[in-house]
């Protein structure tokens, strides 16, 4: 697991639009029981906008 922090450019195409930003996992389970998922931890979440 990288420890590194990574970045991401935004086109400039979407220069109009406000910031959206969504953390989360889709558990693909194909079970149908209420014990049956996904365990997912985030340690850290940063958003900055220049």
Same mark, same amino acid.
């Given at each position: 697991?990288?420890?590194?922090?990574?970045?991401?450019?935004?086109?400039?195409?979407? +220069? +109009?639009?406000?910031?959206?930003f969504?953390? +989360?996992?889709?558990?693909?389970?194909?079970?149908?029981?209420s014990?049956?998922?996904?365990?997912?931890?985030?340690?850290?979440?940063?958003?900055?906008?220049?």
């Amino acid at each position: 697991m990288s420890k590194a922090p990574k970045s991401y450019a935004v086109p400039s195409s979407f +220069g +109009g639009y406000p910031p959206y930003f969504k953390a +989360g996992d889709y558990n693909q389970s194909s079970s149908s029981s209420s014990t049956v998922g996904a365990l997912v931890h985030f340690y850290a979440l940063s958003f900055s906008r220049s």
